[in-house]
C-alpha cells in the first residue's frame, strides 16, 4: 500500500504533467516549422521566387519573449482593447555594465512611462516588475529597450509588459504555473557576444561583416582568418539549441572585433531574403576536424542589409560624407554641422552612444534645413573603430569620401594677410581633386589641441570663437577617406583606415590645412569625459592604467578634480586665425550673431 507522501507525490505528478507536455509539444512544433522554412530558405534558389513576396523566417523565441495574458494585457480579465504594446517580443538581451539592453521585434515610441520590465525569481518563484530607463529607435523598425540590472538571485532574462492602468511599477506578482515553465535561457554579458551583422554587397564584395566581443584579437593588427567560422540559423544560438539548422562558411579577414566571413550560396542568390537570419562566429578546431569546431559566441545579430540606402538622387553618390560617434553632444552639434556644411559636406551619420539628452531634437531642426543627417544608434560601449567600419561599410553606397572625426574637431584653411579668404565648399573642392586619383585613397589633416584659453564657463558664440589658445605641437591627425577603397579587414586606428594594397595616403601641410580640436575645454564640460569615453582605444580615465597615453590630458590624473589652473592650461600659442575666419563668413553684419548661436526655427 502506498504511504500518504507518496500518494501526494503521484498527485502532484498528475497536475504538473499535461501542462508540461503541452510546453514540450508546443516547442516541439515551433522547432519542426523552423526547420521547415530553414530548408525552403536554402533551397530558394532552385524555387521560383515570386515579385513582391518578403521573406518572413520564423524564429525560435524564447518562451519569456511572449508573455501570458497575466502580464500582458492580451487576454483574461485584464485585457484591454487600447493597449499601446499588444505585443512585444524581445530578440535579444545583453548585460550591459550598468543596465541590461533587450532588443524588440516592434518600434516603440516615447515617452514609455507605462511600460515595465519584468523580472523572475525562480527561487522565490515570483515576478518583479521595475519602469524601463529608456527606449530608442534601433535598425529602423525595431526599438532598444533599457532596464534596470536584475536583482540579485534573479534571472537575466528579463521581458517588458505594458503596465494596466492604476496599477503601480513595484509590483510583485506570484505565478507559480507560468515560473514553473521559464526557459532560462543563458543571458551574453557585454564582453563576450556577437553584436552586429552586416551584408557587404556591390559588384565587387559578395559577404557579411560581423562585429564581436570577446574574440580577444590583438588591437591595430590583422588576425588569422583561417582561424574563424561564421554561423547562420534562423533559430538563436543557445545552450539549447547550439548547432540545429546551422549554415557554416569560412572567414575570410579578422581584425579587432570585425570578422568578415563568405555568405552562404542560398544568401548569395537571394540577398532580399536574408533579413533577421541571425549570425554567430565560432574558433575554428584544430586540424580543421568536421564537427571540432568551439563553441559559437553568443549573438544577438541578425543580418542587416546597409545598402537599401539610396545616394544622391538621379545624380550618383554625394561627393564628401562625414560621420562621428557622440555621447551627449546636442549642445555642440549645431555649430559642428553648420560650419563644416558650408565648407562642402552633404550628407551626415551621427553614431550615438547612448545620449540621453536632446540630440534628435537639434537633428530634426538641422534637417527641416537640408542638412540631410541620420542618427543611427550605436549602443555598443567602447566600440568607436568598430561603429566607423560600420560607418564606412554604410558610405561607401552613398559617398565617395568620409570624414571621420568628432564634433569637438573642425577644419580650417589657414590664409596669409593678402590672400583669398576660403570660400563655400572648399573642403568639398579639395578632395574632389582627388576622386579619381590612381594612388591616393586617403587624406591627412594634422591635429592642433587647443586648452581653455582663460575661460572659466562655456563661450556662448561657439567653440571656435571662444577658445583661441593652443599648444604648440600638433597632436595625430583626422582622416578623410575614400570608403570602397578600404582594406577588406576595415582595420583603423580611428585616425586613419588601413588601405587596398596598391593606394596610400596624402600628408596635407599644415600651411594648406589643419583641424583645430577643441579638446580641453572649460572644466565643467571637460570633466563630463570622465563618466563615459566614446572610444575604444582609450583607457577608461578613472582607471589607474595607461597614463601616459596622448588622450588623458596631461598631468591629470584618474579622478575628476579639477587641477589648479586649469582655465591656464594647455596655452603655448595664442591662435586667432579660425575665430577671425568664423566672425568674417558666418557673422550677421547687423546683429553679429554666428548662425549657431539660436534655434534655426
Not at 43 to 72: E, Q
Not at 265 to 273: A, G, T, V, Y
Request: include cysteine.
Amino acid at each position: 500500500m502506498d504511504s500518504p507522501q507518496r500518494r501526494k507525490r503521484k498527485q502532484q505528478a498528475r497536475i504538473y504533467k499535461p501542462a508540461y507536455a503541452k510546453f514540450l509539444s508546443v516547442r516541439s512544433l515551433t522547432v519542426c516549422l523552423s526547420f521547415f522554412v530553414f530548408v525552403l530558405f536554402i533551397s530558394s534558389d532552385r524555387l521560383p521566387i515570386h515579385k513582391g513576396v518578403s521573406f518572413r523566417p520564423v524564429l525560435r523565441t524564447s518562451t519569456l519573449s511572449l508573455l501570458p495574458a497575466f502580464l500582458t494585457g492580451n487576454g483574461g480579465a485584464h485585457a484591454t482593447s487600447k493597449s499601446r504594446y499588444p505585443r512585444l517580443v524581445v530578440e535579444g538581451r545583453v548585460l550591459m555594465p550598468d543596465h541590461l539592453m533587450l532588443i524588440v521585434s516592434t518600434k516603440l515610441t516615447p515617452p514609455v512611462d507605462n511600460l515595465d520590465c519584468v523580472y523572475y525569481d525562480l527561487v522565490l518563484e515570483q515576478v518583479v516588475l521595475k519602469p524601463v530607463l529608456s527606449v530608442d529607435e534601433y535598425h529602423q523598425f525595431k526599438s532598444i529597450v533599457r532596464c534596470h540590472l536584475p536583482p540579485l538571485n534573479f534571472s537575466a532574462s528579463v521581458n517588458l509588459r505594458g503596465r494596466q492602468r492604476g496599477r503601480l511599477g513595484n509590483v510583485v506578482v506570484e505565478r507559480r504555473d507560468w515560473l514553473l515553465r521559464l526557459n532560462q535561457s543563458v543571458v551574453p554579458s557585454w564582453d563576450r557576444v556577437v553584436y552586429e551583422a552586416v551584408l557587404d554587397w556591390n559588384a565587387h564584395t559578395r559577404n557579411v561583416v560581423v562585429f564581436a566581443k570577446g574574440l580577444n584579437l590583438k588591437p591595430h593588427r590583422e588576425a588569422d582568418a583561417r582561424k574563424f567560422r561564421c554561423h547562420f540559423s534562423l533559430t538563436d544560438f543557445d545552450q539549447h539549441h547550439r548547432g540545429l539548422f546551422v549554415l557554416t562558411t569560412q572567414a575570410i579577414a579578422a581584425a579587432q572585433e570585425t570578422v568578415r566571413c563568405l555568405l552562404p550560396r542560398s544568401i548569395l542568390n537571394n540577398p532580399d531574403k536574408a533579413k533577421d537570419i541571425r549570425v554567430t562566429v565560432g574558433r575554428r578546431g584544430d586540424g580543421n576536424v568536421e564537427g571540432a569546431d568551439d563553441a559559437p559566441l553568443p549573438s544577438i545579430a541578425k543580418l542587416q542589409n546597409v545598402n537599401s540606402h539610396q545616394g544622391k538622387s538621379n545624380t550618383g553618390k554625394y561627393e564628401l560624407c562625414a560621420c562621428t560617434m557622440l555621447w551627449n553632444q546636442a549642445s555642440f552639434l549645431r555649430e559642428w554641422i553648420i560650419y563644416h556644411a558650408w565648407l562642402g559636406i552633404e550628407r551626415w551619420f551621427i553614431y550615438d552612444n547612448n545620449s540621453d539628452d536632446e540630440l534628435q531634437e537639434v537633428i530634426d531642426e538641422l534637417n527641416l534645413h537640408d542638412y540631410n543627417i541620420t542618427r543611427h544608434a550605436w549602443p555598443w560601449v567602447k566600440t568607436q573603430e568598430a561603429g566607423f567600419s560600420h560607418c564606412a561599410l554604410r558610405a561607401k553606397h552613398e559617398c565617395k569620401w568620409l570624414g571621420l572625426f568628432d564634433v569637438d574637431e573642425f577644419f580650417y584653411f589657414p590664409h596669409d594677410r593678402g590672400q583669398d579668404i576660403p570660400g563655400p565648399n572648399s573642403l568639398r573642392a579639395l578632395v574632389m581633386n582627388y576622386t579619381d586619383s590612381p594612388t591616393y585613397a586617403e587624406i591627412r589633416t594634422v591635429c592642433h589641441s587647443y586648452g581653455p584659453s582663460g575661460l572659466t564657463s562655456s563661450p556662448s558664440q561657439g567653440v571656435t570663437v571662444g577658445y583661441t589658445c593652443r599648444l604648440e605641437a600638433p597632436e595625430r591627425h583626422k582622416s578623410i577617406v575614400r570608403p570602397e577603397l578600404l582594406h577588406t579587414t576595415l582595420l583603423n586606428a580611428v585616425h586613419h583606415f588601413r588601405l587596398q594594397d596598391g593606394y596610400t595616403y596624402l600628408d596635407l601641410p599644415e600651411s594648406k590645412a589643419v583641424v583645430n580640436h577643441y579638446k580641453y575645454q572649460v572644466w565643467d564640460t571637460f570633466k563630463a569625459k570622465f563618466f563615459r569615453r566614446v572610444s575604444t582605444y582609450v583607457t577608461n580615465w578613472q582607471d589607474d592604467q595607461n597614463k601616459g597615453s596622448k588622450d588623458r590630458a596631461p598631468g591629470l590624473g584618474t579622478e575628476a578634480i579639477e587641477p589648479h589652473n586649469w582655465r591656464l592650461q594647455f596655452c603655448e600659442v595664442w591662435d586667432t586665425g579660425l575665430k577671425d575666419f568664423v566672425m568674417a563668413s558666418f557673422a550677421d553684419s547687423a546683429s553679429g550673431f554666428l548662425p549657431w548661436e539660436r534655434s534655426l526655427a
